[in-house]
């Protein structure tokens, strides 16, 4: 068998790429953003001085996954770049429009390198499968699709009730799915012969709309082991406000509406939140908190552990979600967890986290002041979560090969080599 793995962005699909190589089977990945680590990309931003030079690593770093083979690594497409760019400036509605035509560009470069070196299986994630498949599929070439989050219909319809109730938050937020866009969606999901989910909550919002359950396959994700370490003891929580983080992109979606709100009747002295993702709010969004709520542009993945280190709790109020990476981030550095139910069932409710039952101010502001009031028992989970070994991208890596039936792997680094 001969896979090949392609995505205009990231979204960890490297790791897709990684767990068809370790079983020998990867032809190729295909990316507009991913750079080599030997590249010229890599020894450019190596040589550029100052500021300039740490921004640009940074940025690069992001975008290279030092353990896969270079030689898999095809490169085609530029707007997944203009894209990024267009985000970052708060310009949603054109980011968007970018996308879905890159998207369509993408998927020509797709077919021609699936024509000069032919595969069994294609895989890639939602919105960017469509016209790969629509190809694929008559040439008897199994389709593999990725379904990061979960249906987009189900998605409209809760962010158009959280609209209206915070509508001053989608200014700058990212459109909901049209109906081109959910049309294009089911498409897919019509065209893919197994469709891999993250999350119950995924699975289900897709069963409810019709997806068949017998091509859907659950195989939660996990976190990068290779940049997290044991976590160091944290300073007991008595004297001081609990620090609580949020991590992503920081936008409706994520239940922002009823964070923010929930932090405007929390005491400074009593917890503190700090937003750390791409800012998609109005400039004046946090002004009502900005004694208690501070905001801090994305970093890369590596660096996450060292603000994590820094908090006690992280939170994931998320209306909607697939799988929270974040959230196995989380318990890799030890902190204890406030979850939505949609952010996927990683917390262990009242051993390593509280599981909200509503995304809601109230339900919110009730788990805050739970944990910030109690050291003991926000100690207990943290130690808990230390104690714990939560899953990891090797783990996902070994059961997504298994669900597809790809070939006895490579044995990779084990995970206390990797600690």
């Known amino acids: 068998m001969r896979v090949g793995v392609f995505h205009p962005g990231a979204q960890n699909s490297w790791q897709r790429a990684l767990a068809a190589q370790e079983a020998g089977v990867l032809a190729w990945y295909l990316s507009s953003v991913q750079v080599r680590a030997d590249g010229p990309a890599m020894r450019t931003a190596a040589s550029v001085p100052g500021a300039a030079g740490r921004w640009l690593r940074r940025e690069l770093e992001r975008r290279c996954c030092r353990a896969l083979d270079p030689r898999m690594l095809r490169r085609a497409g530029i707007s997944e770049l203009a894209e990024i760019a267009l985000r970052r400036a708060g310009w949603m509605q054109t980011a968007a429009a970018v996308n879905r035509w890159g998207n369509a560009c993408f998927a020509r470069h797709v077919i021609a390198?699936?024509?000069?070196?032919?595969?069994?299986?294609?895989?890639?994630?939602?919105?960017?499968?469509?016209?790969s498949f629509t190809w694929a599929k008559p040439r008897g070439i199994r389709c593999v699709l990725d379904q990061s989050i979960g249906h987009p219909a189900a998605l409209a319809e809760i962010l158009e009730s959280?609209?209206?109730r915070y509508p001053e938050l989608y200014e700058r937020a990212p459109p909901l799915p049209s109906g081109h866009e959910i049309a294009r969606a089911e498409r897919e999901l019509d065209l893919a012969d197994t469709v891999l989910v993250g999350s119950a909550f995924a699975r289900d919002s897709l069963t409810a709309r019709g997806v068949p359950g017998d091509k859907i396959r659950l195989v939660p994700y996990g976190f990068d082991e290779t940049l997290w370490s044991q976590p160091g003891p944290r300073p007991p929580l008595r004297g001081r406000p609990l620090e609580v983080l949020f991590v992503g992109a920081v936008q409706p979606r994520k239940g922002l509406g009823a964070l923010l709100q929930a932090f405007t009747r929390i005491d400074p002295r009593v917890a503190r939140l700090t937003l750390l993702g791409r800012m998609d709010?109005?400039?004046?969004?946090?002004?009502?908190?900005?004694?208690?709520?501070?905001?801090?542009?994305?970093?890369?993945?590596?660096?996450?552990?060292?603000?994590?280190?820094?908090?006690?709790?992280?939170?994931?109020?998320?209306?909607?979600?697939g799988s929270a990476v974040v959230a196995y981030e989380a318990q890799?550095?030890?902190?204890?967890l406030i979850q939505s139910a949609s952010t996927g069932w990683i917390a262990e409710q009242d051993r390593t986290g509280l599981i909200l039952p509503d995304v809601s101010a109230?339900?919110?502001?009730?788990?805050?002041?739970?944990?910030?009031?109690?050291?003991?028992?926000?100690?207990?989970?943290?130690?808990a979560a230390a104690a714990a070994q939560p899953r990891c991208w090797a783990d996902y890596r070994a059961e997504v090969r298994q669900v597809l039936g790809l070939a006895a792997a490579q044995v990779p680094e084990s995970r206390e080599a990797a600690a």
């Not at 069994?120 to 919105?127: M, S």
């Not at 890799?332 to 204890?336: D, I, M, N, V």
């Open 113 to 131: 390198q699936a024509r000069a070196e032919p595969v069994d299986l294609i895989w890639t994630h939602n919105d960017s499968a469509l016209e």
């Open 162 to 164: 959280d609209r209206a």
């Open 281 to 321: 709010l109005p400039a004046n969004a946090l002004a009502p908190v900005a004694d208690r709520v501070v905001h801090r542009p994305p970093v890369p993945r590596r660096e996450v552990a060292a603000v994590m280190a820094r908090a006690d709790v992280l939170i994931l109020p998320s209306l909607f979600e």
């Open 332 to 336: 890799a550095a030890g902190l204890a």
């Open 362 to 383: 109230a339900a919110i502001r009730t788990a805050v002041l739970a944990l910030a009031h109690d050291p003991d028992r926000l100690a207990a989970m943290q130690t």
